[in-house]
């Protein structure tokens, strides 16, 4: 039995990320002390507020409801995977803003934690990337998406780096 997947509630997923890293970078920019830091938590979420935007038109865009999932994740074991994706139980990043940040207490606390996030969120856009068929039109999008969040921790181990 071949099982299929429906990538609205990938995306759904990918946009309560990009929502809760807006929030947090905002919140960030607010709590940082250092202006340099406060200056990248601020262009960082104008940037999540837009991979928002770029996700509801990949939603939106969608050839087909759902798709065959390849071969390759087609076992007990990735289902369960797949299935524990769309719950968004794997990732930290989407625990309430106010959880997070009273966690924060240094400037370099904050870039941390935004690291975590990022990679956090290139891992599961690279779940949606690789489960959409190659004809997918709205494929290289998402392809897009996650060369700017890498771009985005390349960022901010700069920033880290040179904090140190």
């Keep these: 039995m071949t099982i299929r997947f429906n990538p609205r509630e990938l995306l759904t997923v990918a946009i309560q990320i990009e929502r809760n890293g807006e929030a947090y970078y905002t919140r960030m920019a607010a709590h940082v002390k250092e202006p340099g830091i406060k200056k990248i938590m601020e262009a960082l979420a104008v940037a999540e507020k837009q991979h928002i935007s770029d996700f509801q038109k990949i939603e939106a865009g969608l050839v087909q409801p759902d ?5 390759d994740y ?9 299935r524990s994706l769309a719950d968004g139980k794997v990732f930290s990043n989407l625990l309430p803003v106010e959880e997070i940040a009273a966690e924060i207490r240094t400037d370099i606390d904050a ?9 956090d969120s290139i891992i ?3 779940e949606i990337y690789d489960l959409l068929p190659e004809n997918e039109p709205n494929r290289r999008a998402v392809a897009e998406l996650i060369r700017q969040e890498k771009i985005h921790i390349a960022q901010l181990y700069a920033l880290m780096g040179s904090r140190r």
């Design 67 to 71: 798709y065959d999932i390849p071969e």
């Design 74 to 82: 087609q076992t007990p074991e990735m289902e369960g995977y797949l």
């Design 111 to 119: 870039i941390r934690h935004a690291i975590s996030f990022e990679k």
């Design 124 to 126: 599961f856009f690279n």
